[in-house]
């Protein structure tokens, strides 16, 4: 047996699993799959600030595919760029992030065993579990854990496609063409886009892609790739508890701890299962202190997509132009974050919105 068995191995279970070997644990990662990151599903698309914060165990800079500087935001008919003076966000290669994570936690002596899935409570092998399997997590149902009440059903396509500004990504919050959530064209290079979107209403993923599509004039293009996956929009209402011998946590996708924005889940999913690990013998210390680092974040995030749930078209339109007015967009150039809200909310970064509005 094991001190700790990590059950997944994306960014939450390989920073879970790299935490508790650095804390002296003998710990145990299993990957159901046989090549760690792949299939991939995620545009790869993390914000500066983000992938700097976890450099401890990823190196991103050798994975960068794209610098982006700015975010177009589209409503129906009205647009609000965001355009900053230095790298806000990369695109990176997300199956070499996953794999340069846990080649990293191998190097530091971790156990790995990868084409091995958990299907039942005898794969288990320690009392104590971090459950980082991803939205549809075995171990948060094998512990009955409360469930994601909210996902959102995406699909994303790499086209041959020249984006008119390459540092750009183009983001469409028009509930006609992704009702529910978002639509994206990320910039890989000069000839080629991941363009995706998401819809939370069931059975209507077809139809707005195609319109989405059209709307970008693909629809006669063939992708290079494409694949539909889920992304969790809410959290679930516990993510850590004790059942019987075993003490279980749950992080990342699996626990909902995703941007209901926007569906970034890499740095959210990577810092909570850094905690996982921390307080994986204690899951009520788990609850208390992912939420005390995280929580009002992930809520904020959520606000922030319950407000546009209420928006018609021309509701978006003229909440853009309201930004606009209100010069929030200058304030979001400066003070802007693409992860942790609430620091957006601190006396700093409010007295950079006031001086926006100092004549
Ligand atoms: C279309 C789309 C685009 C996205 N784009 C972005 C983006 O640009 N930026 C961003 O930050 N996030 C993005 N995300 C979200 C991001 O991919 C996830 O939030 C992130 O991968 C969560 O990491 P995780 O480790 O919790 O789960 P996962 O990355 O899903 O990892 C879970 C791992 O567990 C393994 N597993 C599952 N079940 C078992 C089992 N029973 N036994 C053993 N292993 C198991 C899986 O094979 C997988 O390797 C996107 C998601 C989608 C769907």
Redesign the pocket.
Known sequence: MFDLHV???????SFAAITALRNGKNVLL????KQ?GVPT??????SASGLEQLKDVVDYTSIILNTITRANLHGKNERMTLSFPFPKAYVIDRAKF?EMAVEKYGEEGGKIKTG????SLSDLQSHCIVG????I??VARLFHFPPITAYSS?W?GVFDYSSPDLSAVEVFFDPSWAPGFIGWVIPLDEYTAKI?L?VTKKGCLPGAKKKFITSLRLSQAKPISEFS???PLSVRKKTGGIFGSHKVVL????AGQ?KASS?????F?AQC?RLAAKYAGEPAKYEKEWKKAYGADLALHRLFRSTLDTLPAWGLDAWLMSMKAAKIDKWLMQAGEMDEYSKMLDGKALMKLARTWMP
């Open positions: 059950v997944g191995a994306g960014p939450a279970g299993c990957e159901e799959h760690v599903h995620c545009s790869g698309l993390v996953d091995h899935p958990v299907r980082a399997d991803g939205p997590s075995t995406c994303q995706g998401g996956a889920l992304i992080a990342g996708d699996a995703v569906g970034g889940g890499i740095f999913g299962g």
